[in-house]
């Protein structure tokens, strides 16, 4: 789709970009600095008066939790895929309907879910064309949303343009998935990425069990509410395990308020050392029994499995980004590890931005005003032609 340069800056005016992850769904208009819409990658069925059981036939679909039927809420992408495409399209739905300017819907951008199961490949298969061959989850959206057009963006990629940089390795961890993958002049390398199925689900699910014990239950509303703020109020990264067990140790003789916590219904429990230190499972994932390898060996691996002409300025540009990244002491201990593997002659260096747990949709919002990537749109006309052919 060609696009004339004033017609190409209106569109990204009012561009919206949709980076749905794992965790939580980003979303808002081009330009901004950060996203306008942040929620829970949530739905949840209720049962109607047609339809009072459980069975999926007229059920009520709607946003987030319902504090009367906790038990009806799912995520319809795990571990970075697809398992309900009717909550997706509910999800985005929504956030275009908050975006719509005088009954105007606009431009979409969506962010590249990373794992594709084989029924999505058969949904864009069947779509035909090689234009819609790069479309995966869009193919949908462009029909049943009806956005005059819409663009694929890969999520690493993204993360790539938020740093401003092209060459480098992208660490991203979210809430379903770790991905490492190298860059070089703001294309993957082949054959280098690697994915870990261990990521911020797994902390809060340890965190669930270790809290609660027996009475642990995934779909107590106040449970995972205990759990989420001690993640964001309690938990840091230790530089050294060992050394920070035996100082919490130490401390045991004394009342330390920065190990106490108040539960929402207002009583108090003390952490254990390991609770708090609970994000050391991203470096030492064997501790804390989750499938290896840490993310720094990840990050070495990948480097390692790139020409050795690139190593040393991939390594001196490694860009952390995604919520797990936030935690305390994160991006220390990832660049003395990355030095301590001498992975490279070159000192590594890591690059961590304020907004990093956004860097999918702030790359995006830059793509969006770039004229380079106007021939990757789709219009509704072009989507209909294939679905033609």
Known sequence: ??????????????????????GFLKAGTAGWNEPQMVF????????????????????????????CHPDTFSYPIERGRILNWEGVQYLWSFV?????????????????????EPADRKKMLEAGGNALSEFSLVAD???????PSVLLA??????????????????DSGYGLTRVQPFHQGRPLPASGKTLEFAGQDLSAYLLKSLFKEDCDRRSLFQLETVAITQMNKCYVPQNLGEALDF????????????????????????????RVAPEMFFSPQVFEQPGPSIPRAIVESVESCETSLRPL???????????????GFTKRLLGELMGDGVSST????????????????????????STYQSEWMSQEEYGEHRRM
Not at 11 to 20: C, G, K, L, Q, W
Not at 314 to 328: D, E, F, K, Q, R
């Open 96 to 116: 275009l309907e908050n975006h719509k300017r005088e009954h105007e819907v606009p431009p979409v951008i969506i962010t590249e879910t990373p794992l594709r």
């Open 1 to 22: 789709m060609e696009v004339p340069p004033a017609s190409a800056s209106a569109m990204a005016a009012r561009t919206v970009i949709i980076d749905h992850g794992s």
């Open 40 to 67: 829970p990658n949530i739905v949840n069925y209720l049962p109607c008066k047609e339809n009072p059981g459980p069975s999926y036939a007229r059920r009520r679909v709607s946003l987030g939790i319902d504090i």
């Open 154 to 171: 890969d999520q690493l990629q993204m993360s790539l343009y938020a740093s401003g940089l092209l060459t480098g390795v992208v660490v």
């Open 248 to 275: 919490r140790e130490r401390q045991k003789s004394g009342l330390d308020e920065s190990n106490t916590y108040q539960l929402p219904d207002g009583s108090r429990v003390e952490l254990t050392p390991m609770q």
């Open 314 to 328: 991939l390594v001196s540009h490694v860009m952390a980004c995604g919520g797990n990244t936030l935690y305390p």
């Open 347 to 370: 000192k590594a260096t890591v690059w961590a931005g304020s907004n990093r747990n956004f860097s999918v949709w702030l790359g995006a919002s830059v793509v969006a005003h770039l």
């Open 141 to 147: 959206p462009v029909e049943l949303l009806h956005v």
